[in-house]
């Protein structure tokens, strides 16, 4: 038995498919945000598998190289998204995403 | 190495404990609970970085990914418990969601396991660590200065979102009222 670059890619397509399925299935946004941090984990998990098993001696751990931006990218992501979400229950009350097309609008209108 | 025994079993336990954790990220109502299997989600990617000799990336999913991040989101869950809100979707949406998610796992591991990579060795580096760095500053200087900067502006801007309004009300409402309203979680209890 052996574990190969495979193994790792089909967990990371699992990982990536469940974090679409709590894109599409949830309503509170903080759970959005959590789906598309477990999508980005997963970009950043075959990345990694594809530094150690496709090591090019011409560009060495490009794959970890890109996976540290990664990683920097979601932390941002994390940390703005974060910031929209208190803003947004500030604003409406409410946690779920439907119907956020006009936040700006429902906070002009005095509803925060 | 990759056929040691221990290797193989390591990897499927810690892939097993890492997809548990991934469903309870989706399915958890609780959205402290859904946030401390977020960081249970980082820990575990992070032991599977190790696997793959990456040493540093393990350092910076643990201090980022399952430190930082899920307390921020831990904390958000905290600050908005008492907001209103409603469940996920209903049954057959759920199972319609379901179905999409499978496709999209069945594609693209058909696709993953059956390719053909061009598969090159692996030189044997004791740890990743020196040759990471050294890349990061020579090759990819350019990327990296970029991150700095989205770092610097998400900064900059989740400080600005967070107390836009406050400046203008904690004015008009006096410093009493100023006080109790300050933190989001006041601003949206009073609401």
């Known amino acids: 038995m052996q574990v190969g670059l495979a193994h790792f890619l089909v967990l990371s397509a699992a990982l990536l498919s469940?974090?679409?399925?709590?894109?599409?299935?949830?309503?509170?946004?903080?759970?959005?945000?959590?789906?598309?941090?477990?999508?980005?984990?997963?970009?950043?998990?075959?990345?990694?598998?594809?530094?150690?098993?496709?090591?090019?001696?011409?560009?060495?751990?490009?794959?970890?190289?890109?996976?540290?931006?990664?990683?920097?990218?979601?932390?941002?992501?994390?940390?703005?998204?974060?910031?929209?979400?208190?803003?947004?229950?500030?604003?409406?009350?409410s946690v779920n995403w439907d119907g956020v097309t006009h936040a700006p609008a429902a906070a002009r209108d005095g509803t925060g | 190495m990759m056929s040691d025994p221990l290797y193989v079993i390591t990897f499927y336990l810690v892939g097993g404990l890492l997809l548990a954790a991934a469903v309870a990220v989706v399915t958890v109502r609780d959205m402290g609970?859904?946030?401390l299997a977020l960081s249970a989600t980082f820990g575990l990617s992070g032991a599977l970085y190790l696997l793959l000799n990456a040493e540093f990336l393990f350092g910076l999913q643990l201090l980022l990914g399952a430190g930082a991040m899920a307390l921020l989101i831990a904390f958000a869950a905290r600050a908005t418990r008492r907001a209103h809100g409603t469940p996920d979707l209903r049954r057959g949406l759920r199972l319609l969601a379901g179905a999409v998610a499978a496709l999209a796992l069945g594609a693209l591991g058909a696709v993953l396991a059956g390719?053909?990579?061009?598969?090159?060795?692996?030189?044997?580096?004791?740890?990743?660590?020196?040759?990471?760095?050294?890349?990061?500053?020579?090759?990819?200087?350019?990327?990296?200065?970029?991150t700095a900067l989205l770092l610097l502006a998400a900064l900059v801007g989740a400080t600005l979102l967070t107390r836009e309004e406050e400046v203008p009300r904690a004015a008009a409402a006096g410093p009493g009222r100023a006080r109790r309203g300050r933190g989001p979680g006041a601003r949206h209890r009073r609401s």
């Open chain 1, 18 to 93: 469940l974090g679409l399925y709590g894109l599409l299935v949830r309503r509170h946004v903080l759970a959005l945000l959590m789906s598309a941090e477990l999508m980005l984990g997963a970009a950043a998990l075959a990345l990694v598998a594809f530094a150690r098993f496709a090591y090019e001696p011409a560009r060495p751990l490009a794959g970890q190289a890109v996976a540290v931006f990664v990683i920097a990218a979601a932390v941002a992501h994390a940390v703005v998204g974060t910031a929209m979400v208190l803003c947004l229950v500030h604003q409406r009350g």
């Open chain 2, 33 to 35: 609970q859904a946030a």
């Open chain 2, 115 to 146: 390719a053909r990579w061009a598969a090159s060795g692996w030189p044997g580096l004791g740890t990743t660590t020196r040759e990471l760095a050294h890349q990061l500053v020579s090759r990819y200087s350019a990327p990296f200065g970029t």
